[in-house]
């Protein structure tokens, strides 16, 4: 069952939701509305072993925009 990203266009919530079906349609837990827009969502790092770290993009600082990765993002 794929776990995906979506941003409810109404309310603007961005939103993990499971799917259970191919055929199901993704509904936003704060408003109920349908009108779900699937984001390109980025996969999870592979675990680090204490003390090591993962090289990041930009630096690692976070820009604080919603769905921030760490850096990267030329803001």
Known sequence: MPLYEYECKPCKQVVE????RED????CPHCGN???ERQLSVTASP???????????GG????GMPRCCGGGCQL
Do not use: Q, Y
């Open 17 to 20: 939701v499971l799917l259970r």
């Open 24 to 27: 199901e349609v993704a509904e």
């Open 34 to 36: 349908k009108k779900m």
């Open 47 to 57: 675990a680090v072993r204490s003390g090591a770290s993962l090289p990041v993009a």
């Open 60 to 63: 690692g600082e976070a820009c």
